[in-house]
């Protein structure tokens, strides 16, 4: 079974530019996320699709960060304009729909370095 | 609210040595708690996990982990760590105001010494 894939894996850009990570879950998982993870901390959930609706973006910093899920399957999100604060690692993972908490399956990340 | 709390940031242990990761976690009902793994370079790979029931959870790897209600913790164990051990461990506890989702403790670094 292929896991969850996510692309780039690496990225570099200046301050006020624009940058967009794919993530393609698992196929049949209804359940998407992404998570940013700053280093030294844990990963903290940014966005959660179920299916091509958002159940909670309430972390979303929405004025610079926008996520779809088209057709309830991949997801981009996007940047508008970086940060130096954005460098993170962006994870996305993905689960069955289900309750309570069907497991999450985490991609490799894509590792952002705003400069 | 809700948070997780993982005291330790960085442990080295010799390989062969018993393990313990301690978790501390702040919840206002019975929480779902969880411990991942993440490998350099990799996504979060979950270990186990503690629902209700039996308050020793074994895990993938040989892990195990005691969830201790009048403490609020869920520490992780191994009796015996090896060489590709070494990750970064994340316990996590949910759900959150009701909906699917985890709030993840800062991470311990776990180094092995040979």
């Known amino acids: 079974e292929a896991g969850v894939a996510q692309s780039p894996r690496y990225k570099i850009i200046e301050k006020r530019q624009s940058v967009a990570f794919w993530c393609n879950p698992i196929?049949?998982?209804?359940?998407l996320y992404w998570y940013q993870q700053i280093l030294g901390q844990g990963p903290k959930l940014l966005i959660q699709f179920q299916n091509n609706g958002v159940v909670d973006d309430s972390q979303l910093p929405k004025d610079r960060f926008s996520a779809e899920r088209l057709k309830g399957v991949d997801s981009t999100l996007k940047i508008q304009p970086a940060k130096l604060e954005d460098s993170a690692v962006y994870l996305c993972a993905s689960s069955l729909e289900g309750a309570p908490f069907t497991e999450a399956f985490f991609g490799q990340g894509t590792r952002l370095t705003v400069v | 609210a809700q948070s997780v709390t993982q005291p330790d940031i960085h442990i080295t242990v010799s390989e062969g040595a018993s393990l313990e990761l301690r978790c501390n976690y702040s919840y206002g009902a019975t929480p779902y708690l969880f411990w991942y793994v993440q490998s350099p370079g990799q996504g979060l790979q979950l270990l186990l996990k503690y629902f209700s029931g039996d308050t020793l959870v074994q895990g993938i790897k040989g892990f195990e982990a005691e969830f201790k209600r009048s403490q609020s913790s869920f520490n992780l164990r191994k009796p015996s760590v090896h060489w590709s051990d070494a990750a970064e461990y994340f316990c996590a506890v949910g759900p959150i105001q009701g909906a699917q989702k985890l709030v993840f403790g800062q991470g311990t670094r776990l180094t092995i010494n040979p």
């Open positions: 196929s049949g998982h209804a359940t």
